[in-house]
């Protein structure tokens, strides 16, 4: 069975930084892309970032470009995202999810981890 | 940047069918997937490529799509159904997914 498990949300004020993980298991983890959605309080899902397998190819929303790293450690099955400058928007719950094929294209999402939430406030 | 369209709500009665729309521009030529997420709870892959079922998603959730316009189609709908439900596709031309805005299916 496929599992996602994410860590690392915490009250960050902004301007600060914050790293994420997400430790999978249950599946050739280097064989599939891997990414980032998350879900502000009340609000829809948004693709934050995705990386292929291996970590050749990286993307990122506009949103985060330049503030957020993904990136991905294939030793310990583990996905990261490495957030900088942190804004009151990106205030949300963070989920992890498998991608289908081993790059980002043509992607959907499945399964999803239970998420780990990032509050951004002063 | 690419933008999908979904109405806020929709309901339908048990037993009835419901059907929720994503709008986007030439969307048929697109693969488009849908998720359900039921309250705190994180979302699960309902359909893939447009009509594809995931295994475990029984055989009332159904999809098309062509033109501006994808819709997911809910027979018989259950109590369990009701949950918000998002439209997604990968937009090739920013290498970015996109996701709908999501509709709220509330079981009368």
């Known amino acids: 069975e496929v599992q996602l498990l994410e860590s690392g949300g915490d009250l960050v004020q902004p301007g600060g930084s914050l790293r994420l993980s997400c430790a999978a298991s249950?599946?050739?983890?280097?064989?599939?892309?891997m990414n980032w959605v998350r879900q502000a309080p009340g609000k829809g899902l948004e693709w934050v970032s995705g990386i292929s397998g291996a970590g050749s190819r990286t993307y990122y929303a506009n949103s985060v470009k330049g503030r957020f790293t993904v990136s991905r450690d294939e030793s310990n099955n583990t996905l990261y995202l490495h957030m900088n400058s942190l804004r009151a928007e990106d205030t949300a719950v963070y989920y992890c999810?498998?991608?289908?094929?081993?790059?980002?294209?043509?992607?959907?999402?499945?399964?999803w981890g239970q998420g780990t939430l990032v509050t951004v406030s002063s | 940047s690419y933008v999908l369209t979904q109405p806020p709500s929709v309901s339908a009665a048990p037993g009835q069918t419901a059907r929720i729309t994503c709008e986007g521009n030439n969307i048929g030529s697109k693969s488009v997937h849908w998720y359900h997420q039921r309250a705190g709870q994180a979302p699960v892959l309902v359909l893939y490529?447009?009509?594809d079922r995931p295994s475990g998603i029984p055989e009332r959730f159904s999809g098309s799509n062509s033109g501006n316009t994808a819709t997911l189609t809910i027979s018989r709908v259950e109590d369990g159904d009701e949950a918000d439900y998002y439209c997604q596709v990968w937009d090739g031309t920013s290498a970015q997914a996109v996701f709908g805005g999501g509709t709220q299916l509330t079981v009368l």
């Open positions: 249950g599946f050739t983890f280097s064989s599939y892309a």
């Open positions: 490529d447009d009509s």
């Open positions: 999810a498998k991608g289908r094929f081993i790059d980002v294209v043509e992607e959907y999402f499945d399964p």
